[in-house]
């Protein structure tokens, strides 16, 4: 009877080890292909005064998704049809080769999405940014710093980060706010 159950039991152990192997496993994250430029949000925004966040990520304070810049955004500054007689401009210059190269394609610059929730859980940006009035870094904490895009990912929010928030907020925690 006991060494059944110490039998059961270690099977019981070895199965929890089991599932937290592959649990694990699944949430470890993976490297990542590489973002077509190795955009620079640091010196970015320390080199333009007053540069906002929405000035790339468009839709950030009107609909659900932030979204990524389009080239055209980039030539605002980078002009890519600045004077050939010019060796200072940015469109001579390696480092912007691979921006200036989009310049007379019909395709924009394909970054991909790093951060996300499960398909089946509802964000908005404008409910979070304009609504509720948060900072970006209170879920993005390192993105303003990053010297380079994020080279493992995908980068996710856990339910516990957001119930946290929405707890001390007294925003909803209903199941089927966010699971719709
Ligand atoms: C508001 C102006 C502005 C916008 C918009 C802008 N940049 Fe820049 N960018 C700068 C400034 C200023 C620098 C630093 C000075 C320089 O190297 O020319 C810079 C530097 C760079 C560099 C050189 C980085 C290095 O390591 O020296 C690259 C590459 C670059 N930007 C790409 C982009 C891309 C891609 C976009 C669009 C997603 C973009 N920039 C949008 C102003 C801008
Ligand atoms: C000059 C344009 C520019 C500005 C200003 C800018 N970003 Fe970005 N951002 C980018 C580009 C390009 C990418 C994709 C490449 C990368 O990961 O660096 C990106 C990626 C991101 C991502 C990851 C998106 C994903 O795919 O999951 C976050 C989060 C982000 N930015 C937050 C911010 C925040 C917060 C600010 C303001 C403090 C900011 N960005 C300002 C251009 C910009
Ligand atoms: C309350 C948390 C929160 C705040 C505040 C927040 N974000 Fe996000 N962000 C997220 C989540 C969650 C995702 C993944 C969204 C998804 O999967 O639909 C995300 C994704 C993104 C992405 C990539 C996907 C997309 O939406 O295009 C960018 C870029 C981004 N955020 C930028 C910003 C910027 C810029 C700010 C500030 C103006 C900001 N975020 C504020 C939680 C937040
Ligand atoms: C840093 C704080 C913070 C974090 C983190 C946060 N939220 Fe929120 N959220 C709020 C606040 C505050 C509101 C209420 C805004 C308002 O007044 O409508 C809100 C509202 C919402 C709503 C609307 C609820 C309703 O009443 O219908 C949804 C959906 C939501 N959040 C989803 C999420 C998800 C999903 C995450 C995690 C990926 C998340 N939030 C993370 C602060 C946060
Ligand atoms: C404020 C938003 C929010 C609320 C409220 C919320 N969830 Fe979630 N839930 C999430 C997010 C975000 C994820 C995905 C987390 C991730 O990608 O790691 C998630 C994931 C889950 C998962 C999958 C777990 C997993 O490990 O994959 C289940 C099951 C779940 N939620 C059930 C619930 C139930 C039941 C409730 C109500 C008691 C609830 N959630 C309320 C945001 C929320």
């Known amino acids: 009877m006991i060494r059944t159950l110490v039998i059961a039991g270690s099977l019981v152990v070895l199965l929890g080890l089991a599932v937290v192997a592959v649990g694990a496993w699944i949430n470890a994250p993976g490297v990542l292909p590489p973002q ?3 955009f620079n949000h640091r010196l970015h925004l320390e080199r333009v005064q007053g540069l906002q966040c929405e000035y790339c990520h468009q839709f950030v304070k009107t609909q659900p998704y932030a979204g990524l810049p389009s080239k055209h955004v980039c030539y605002d500054c980078h002009d890519p ?7 200072e401009a940015d469109a001579r210059q390696d480092k912007f080769s691979v921006l200036m190269s989009y310049r007379d394609e019909i395709e924009d610059i ?6 996300g929730t499960r398909h089946d859980v509802f964000f908005s940006h404008r409910r979070h940014v304009t609504v509720a009035g948060l900072d970006c870094r209170a879920c ?5 710093d990053r010297t380079e895009p994020p080279t493992r990912g995908p980068i ?3 339910m516990d980060a957001c119930l946290e928030c ?3 907020s007294k925003a909803s925690v209903d199941c089927v706010s966010c699971h719709r």
Do not use: F, L
């Open 166 to 168: 929405h707890e001390k």
């Open 110 to 115: 394909p970054w991909h999405r790093v951060t």
């Open 81 to 87: 049809y600045a004077d050939d007689g010019d060796p």
């Open 140 to 144: 993005h904490p390192d993105m303003p």
């Open 36 to 38: 077509p430029i190795a």
């Open 156 to 158: 996710t929010i856990s």
